[in-house]
């Protein structure tokens, strides 16, 4: 009797490691792409330092195309004649005149994920422009960002969360249970 216990409990175990096993390569795809954003995440964050002017990943997402586009011209406070205290400064990022456009390499033209069974299911935390259907993340010239979540869904219903933090622009690849993904 106790051995038919035990063979029992070593088959559920195998088919249990069996079944992550599988489940998690079906997830490969969205792993994949997940680290294709995050890239272009932290590319444009660099951009930003290096150049001194803001940038911004850009994700049409009724065409799921995204690139990366830097800030024509931005206006201080000083240029706008408001009077400020070092003490009084905003933590919002510059305002805007011109338009952004989009880097000169690679990654300023418009590009989708590799995998056609991901999307790019929202940006979260932030306003879209629902007349274009565009969705954004802005990073300032510090390399600091607006908090957004980037999340992608796969045909499998499984979804990740490429997360940006404020003030640092630090990018994370999250499961949406809030656990940290070993990618």
Partial sequence: ???ILLVVLLIGAIFG??????????????????????????????????????HRFAVDLERQV??????????????LGAATHAGLQSLLPPRSTGEFLAVHDRAGSWRPLDDSGVWIDRIDGGLADLASNLA??????????????????????????????PFTGEVRILELDGADAEL
Wanted: aromatic share 8%; charged share 25%; net charge positive.
């Fill in 66 to 79: 995204f690139r990366i586009e830097v800030l024509e011209r931005e206006i201080g406070l000083f240029e």
């Fill in 1 to 3: 009797m106790f051995e």
């Fill in 136 to 165: 954004t993340v802005r990073f300032s010239r510090d390399g600091s960002a607006e908090l957004r979540e980037v999340v992608l869904s796969d045909r499998y219903e499984n979804q990740l969360a490429i997360r940006v933090a």
């Fill in 17 to 54: 490691a069996l079944a992550n096993q599988v489940r998690g390569g079906l997830a490969l795809p969205l792993h994949n792409s997940a680290r294709v954003v995050a890239a272009g995440l932290r590319y444009a964050s660099q951009r930003a330092v290096t150049t001194g002017r803001m």
